[in-house]
């Protein structure tokens, strides 16, 4: 079956960094897009950033562009964020999504891990 | 970017009523529009993709209309485990986006 699980969240101060991590396991990991997205405390969903199966493109949400990194490694099954220069309103959950897409080419998030809770606090 | 806005934020229903929640786009997303459910403490699930496609597992109550940039999410026959909050997401292009939700409340 399909798992996703998060892990790196955590209390950081502001303007530091850290990475949050996605392991995958029960599906074919190199074939899937990879996403980030983001819930602030009582809020919405926000879409973070997504990364290709084959990392050869990249896509940001404006709020973290030039801040956050996504990356992966198919040879571990993991894809991560890179988060820097953190602020108050990075905090959130974290989720991990796999991005999956059918035969007509439409795409969507078809699984989600638990999410990783990120607070900035000083 | 595409701007999706969600109507109404919030309602109140009872078990076996009919809810419709709506969707509009800030242009067309070509039916690049999918609704996921999220209940309290939980990560959101997929319910319906591609506008109007039910996700694998899902109860046929749920049911997904609509094109360009007007959608609509329809609960037939509410059930307790119905009450949570959606949300439609836009994936024509990047940065893909969500609507700000509609929780739905026991009346």
């Known amino acids: 079956q399909v798992q996703l699980v998060e892990s790196g969240g955590g209390v950081v101060q502001p303007g530091r960094s850290l990475r949050l991590t996605c392991a995958a396991s029960g599906f074919m990991f190199s074939r899937y897009g990879m996403h980030w997205v983001r819930q602030a405390p009582g809020k919405g969903l926000e879409w973070v950033a997504m990364?290709?199966?084959?990392?050869?493109?990249?896509y940001y949400a404006d709020s973290v562009k030039g801040r956050f990194t996504i990356s992966r490694d198919n040879s571990k099954n993991t894809v991560y964020l890179q988060v820097n220069s953190v602020r108050a309103e990075d905090t959130a959950v974290y989720y991990c999504?796999?991005?999956?897409?059918?035969?007509?080419?439409?795409?969507?998030?078809?699984?989600w891990g638990q999410g990783t809770l990120v607070t900035v606090s000083s | 970017d595409i701007q999706m806005t969600q109507s109404p934020s919030s309602l109140s229903a009872s078990v076996g009523d009919r809810v419709t929640i709506t969707c509009r786009a800030s242009q067309s997303t070509d039916n690049f529009l999918n609704w996921y459910q999220q209940k309290p403490g939980k990560a959101p699930e997929l319910l319906i993709y591609a506008a109007s496609s039910l996700q694998s597992g899902v109860p046929s109550r749920f049911s997904g209309s609509g094109s360009g940039t007007d959608f609509t999410l329809t609960i037939s026959n509410l059930q307790p485990e119905d009450f949570a909050t959606y949300y439609c997401q836009q994936s024509y292009n990047t940065p893909w986006a969500f609507g700000r939700g509609t929780k739905v409340e026991i009346k």
């Open positions: 999504a796999r991005g999956s897409y059918d035969t007509r080419g439409y795409l969507f998030l078809d699984y």
């Open positions: 990364i290709w199966n084959d990392a050869s493109n990249k």
